[in-house]
Nanobody, 124 residues
Framework: HVQLVESGGNSVQAGGSLRLSCTFSGVTFKKYYMGWFRQAPGKARDGIARIGSDGSTRIEYDSLKGRFTISSDNAKNVMYLQMNNLKPEDSAMYYC??????????????????WGQGTQVTVS
């Protein structure tokens, strides 16, 4: 079965950088999509980035473009989220997700099927 394990969350000062990793296993679909959601206290889970098994990528918000980059190394079964110039509003629990089909980013849409346990990012 599919397993997703995030790592790389930490507490950093504003302007700092972090790279989140998601190690995945048990994926047998020929085509799939992975991504990152984040959830701050009292807020809904928000899809911020997506990458397809074909390498196609999307960063959802203009405020993240140029700061966040999603990538993957399928040979190593790892997906990454590089986050630069972090801001306090980026503080949240970050979740790795995987879905057999294309899924929408943002808030309020059907959530992807598979989720990791989350990794905390705190920016002060």
């Amino acid at each position: 079965h599919v397993q997703l394990v995030e790592s790389g969350g930490n507490s950093v000062q504003a302007g700092g950088s972090l790279r989140l990793s998601c190690t995945f296993s048990g994926v047998t679909f020929k085509k799939y999509y992975m991504g990152w959601f984040r959830q701050a206290p009292g807020k809904a889970r928000d899809g911020i980035a997506r990458i397809g098994s074909d390498g196609s990528t999307r960063i959802e918000y203009d405020s993240l473009k140029g700061r966040f980059t999603i990538s993957s190394d399928n040979a190593k079964n790892v997906m990454y989220l590089q986050m630069n110039n972090l801001k306090p509003e980026d503080s949240a629990m970050y979740y790795c997700v995987l879905h057999e089909d294309h899924f929408l980013l943002g808030v309020g849409f059907r959530l992807p099927h598979y989720w990791g346990q989350g990794t905390q990012v705190t920016v002060s």
